[in-house]
């Protein structure tokens, strides 16, 4: 049985958490390095899978204007889902390591300024590994009324499989669970998004999105009865992906309420065709909270190879995955931020300019995965 | 290598009609916003770089429960939850 590397991220926190006084010391003794620490509980519920996931980062901008960032986050993922690997009805616990470096600086070009940076991030899990790089750029023209942003990803995953149950040992004792690798999958994405102040009032993103996906793009757990004989599920090696979305934003001022529309338009190369239709209202109370109202639509096609009569061996292509059947889900969710500016001269006052959130959504789908829940908590301090 | 399938126009279609619809807006407006003309954009709800922290965890939920994925921080890999 695998063990879960630990020590690595454990470490990776620790030096993160212990920098921390250092940046707050320049902080002090110089006034111009600043920064955020961010804290989140993150809660999925569906009727098989329950996931927590608590994450910290931080963010600090020296005096010269380069920016630092890093973060942790811990993805324990309880499962009975055959697809998670479980081989019979018995519960399981998972845990996934994802953390991440980067640094980035504005140059001020006169009548345009251009930022660039660079991320790294590493995701671990015990069948489960990724390594991604990104590189983003961005050019802010008209006193930043207009902001053209370019983003480049690259990453590299490695599909292992290791088999959950009661009947994972061979005749004489061996450990079994552990399947060993089952591929790689090699991908980039391509990002550009469009910024506008079209008013003082109103601000449209405009954006697409090209993913390239080369590899093994299957579930290495999920099985179909295949001509009555239970096979791996086999998807095609490579899938491309389009996407454009935007974002119109308009604040109404006699009542301090934001309106939010969304919309993302998705398709690939596999026939799945997606529309995602979203609307926000943000209402401020005072000044000191904020309430989000949101409610999401989302609908797509099938799959060309996703089939519910059934598969044959004649068929070049077979799936279990309900994310390729055609399918809608509606969500909604409300979100509430408060500043914490009442805590300014109190023992508590380190944290005056900081903000809690708290956040609950639910998700009704009508594919097998069934309806779901996700709540989060965020701290957010400024320094 | 298993070659790609076509696109079909009916969801090439699905793309266009939002991109032409956002393009017009963008052509409609000439006007530059002055800085000093931005303080109710800068207001709590109307500055979507807050939401960023959540948008992380929607985005990895939503890609391993649907077949889209883009508009957000998301590569398409990453886990094993696909």
């Known amino acids: ?383 | 290598m298993r070659p790609p399938r076509p696109l079909r126009l009916r969801t090439l279609g699905l793309l266009l009609l939002p991109a032409a619809l956002f393009s017009a807006l963008f052509l409609a407006s000439c006007a530059t916003v002055s800085p000093y003309e931005r303080g109710d954009l800068s207001r709590p709800g109307m500055d979507s770089s807050r939401e960023a922290g959540e948008a992380g965890f929607h985005a990895h939920v939503n890609d391993s429960r649907e077949g889209a994925t883009g508009g957000n921080t998301s590569t398409g890999g990453g886990c094993g939850c696909n």
């Open chain 1, 1 to 383: 049985m695998r063990r879960p590397a630990t020590t690595v991220p454990v470490v990776a926190l620790a030096a993160l958490v212990a920098c921390l006084p250092v940046m707050a010391a320049a902080d002090e003794s110089s006034g111009t390095w600043t920064g955020n620490v961010e804290a989140r509980g993150n809660y999925y519920w569906e009727t098989s899978t329950r996931v927590l996931a608590p994450e910290i980062s931080v963010n600090v901008e020296s005096p010269g204007g380069v920016r630092l960032n890093g973060h942790y986050l811990l993805d324990s993922i309880t499962s009975a889902s055959i697809a998670s690997g479980a081989l019979t009805d018995v519960r399981f616990n998972e845990i996934r390591h994802d953390f991440g470096f980067g640094t980035g600086h504005e140059f001020d070009l006169g009548e345009a300024q251009l930022d660039l940076s660079v991320n790294g991030r590493y995701s671990q899990e015990p069948d489960y590994s990724s390594l991604a790089g990104t590189v983003s750029t961005s050019l802010s023209l008209a006193d930043r009324a207009t902001v053209l942003r370019f983003n480049f990803t690259a990453f590299h995953d490695e599909v292992g499989k290791i088999l959950r149950g009661n009947d994972t040992s061979s005749p004489d004792g061996g450990d079994l669970s552990n399947r060993g690798k089952q591929g790689d999958l090699n991908g980039m994405v391509m990002s550009f998004l469009w910024s506008q102040a079209l008013t003082p009032r109103l601000t449209l993103d405009v954006g697409y999105d090209l993913g390239l996906l080369s590899g093994y793009l299957q579930n290495p757990y999920r099985a179909v009865v295949v001509d009555s004989v239970l096979l791996s599920e086999v998807h095609p090696d490579q899938r491309t992906r389009h996407t454009v979305h935007g974002r119109l934003g308009y604040f109404f001022k006699p009542t301090d309420t934001a309106f939010h529309l969304i919309y993302r338009a998705y398709m690939d190369n596999w026939d799945i065709a997606a529309l995602t239709p979203e609307v926000r209202v943000y209402q401020e109370i005072g000044s000191l909270v904020l309430l989000r109202g949101r409610y999401r639509y989302y609908t797509q096609t099938r799959s060309f190879f996703q089939s519910n009569q059934g598969y044959s061996g004649s068929d070049e292509f077979w799936t279990a995955d309900p994310k390729m059947t055609e399918f809608e889900s509606h969500l909604v969710g409300g979100l509430i931020v408060v500043r914490l500016e009442f805590l300014e001269r109190s023992i508590l006052d380190f944290a005056w300019n900081a903000t809690v959130e708290v956040g609950l959504e639910y998700i009704w789908r009508t594919n097998s995965f069934g309806n779901g829940v996700i709540g989060q908590v965020g701290l957010n301090v400024p320094f």
